[in-house]
T-cell receptor, first 111, second 112 residues
Framework: EDKVVQSPLSLVVHEGDTVTLNCSYE??????LLWYKQEKKAPTFLFML????IEKKSGRLSSILDKKELFSILNITATQTGDSAVYLC???????????FGKGTLLTVNP | NAGVTQTPKFQVLKTGQSMTLQCAQD?????MSWYRQDPGMGLRLIHY???????DQGEVPNGYNVSRSTTEDFPLRLLSAAPSQTSVYFC???????????FGQGTRLTVV
C-alpha cells in the first residue's frame, strides 16, 4: 500500500519567517511527486518532481526530491499572510497512475 | 478557460437518496478522478478513469459508481446516500496520470 506522510500537520509562523514542509513516501515504482496549495477551495498545482527533475523553484517557493531517502521538502522564504493554506503532497506510481495524497500541512502566517 | 467544472456546489441529501455529481473538463485530458476530502484526512481517491470507457476503483469506492462515456464527462453517482458520505468532493483531470492534476471547485455534500 502506498503511503505519503507529511509533517508537521500544522505550523504557525510570523510574516518574514522561512518554513520547511516535509513529505516522506513509500511507493512501488515511483513516477512523480507533486505539491499543491489549497486555500478555501480547490487545490492548485505548485511543483512536480520526477527522477529527471529533482529541484524546482518559483519565486519564494522551492522544492527538492531525495529519491534515495524517499522524501521531499517544500521551502517558503519570506512568508506572507497570503501563503496561509494547506499544502498537500501527492505521489504517483508508474503502473496505475493513481495519485496518493498525504494529509496535508496547515500553514498559518500571522502578520 | 473553463477547465474542470463541477456541479452542484452544495447539496443536502436525506439518507437513502441517490444523486449524481457532475464533472466536465474541456482540456481533452484522458485521466479523470474523483476524490473526497474529510477533515484531517487529505484527499482520498474514490474512482478514476484513464480514458473513455475505462474506469477503476480507488481507495474508497464503496457506495459510489462512475462511468466514462465521453472524454469530457465523468459523473459520480451515489447509490444510496449515507451520513458517512458527508464530505467535500473534488473532480480532477490530467493529461497523464502522473502529471499536474487540475481540480474542480468542489461539491460540499451533506447527508442527513
Amino acid at each position: 500500500e502506498d503511503k505519503v506522510v507529511q509533517s508537521p500537520l500544522s505550523l504557525v509562523v510570523h510574516e518574514g519567517d522561512t518554513v520547511t514542509l516535509n513529505c516522506s513516501y513509500e511507493v512501488t515504482n515511483f513516477r512523480s511527486l507533486l505539491w499543491y496549495k489549497q486555500e478555501k477551495k480547490a487545490p492548485t498545482f505548485l511543483f512536480m518532481l520526477t527522477s529527471s527533475g529533482i529541484e524546482k523553484k518559483s519565486g519564494r517557493l522551492s522544492s527538492i526530491l531525495d529519491k534515495k531517502e524517499l522524501f521531499s521538502i517544500l521551502n517558503i522564504t519570506a512568508t506572507q499572510t497570503g501563503d496561509s493554506a494547506v499544502y498537500l503532497c501527492a505521489v504517483s506510481r508508474g503502473s496505475n497512475y493513481k495519485l496518493t495524497f498525504g494529509k496535508g500541512t496547515l500553514l498559518t502566517v500571522n502578520p | 478557460n473553463a477547465g474542470v467544472t463541477q456541479t452542484p456546489k452544495f447539496q443536502v441529501l436525506k439518507t437513502g437518496q441517490s444523486m449524481t455529481l457532475q464533472c466536465a473538463q474541456d482540456m481533452n485530458h484522458e485521466y479523470m478522478s474523483w476524490y473526497r476530502q474529510d477533515p484531517g484526512m487529505g484527499l482520498r481517491l474514490i474512482h478514476y478513469s484513464v480514458g473513455a470507457g475505462i474506469t477503476d476503483q480507488g481507495e474508497v469506492p464503496n457506495g459510489y459508481n462512475v462511468s466514462r462515456s465521453t472524454t469530457e464527462d465523468f459523473p459520480l453517482r451515489l447509490l444510496s446516500a449515507a451520513p458517512s458520505q458527508t464530505s467535500v468532493y473534488f473532480c480532477a483531470s490530467s493529461l497523464e496520470g502522473y502529471t499536474e492534476a487540475f481540480f474542480g471547485q468542489g461539491t460540499r455534500l451533506t447527508v442527513v
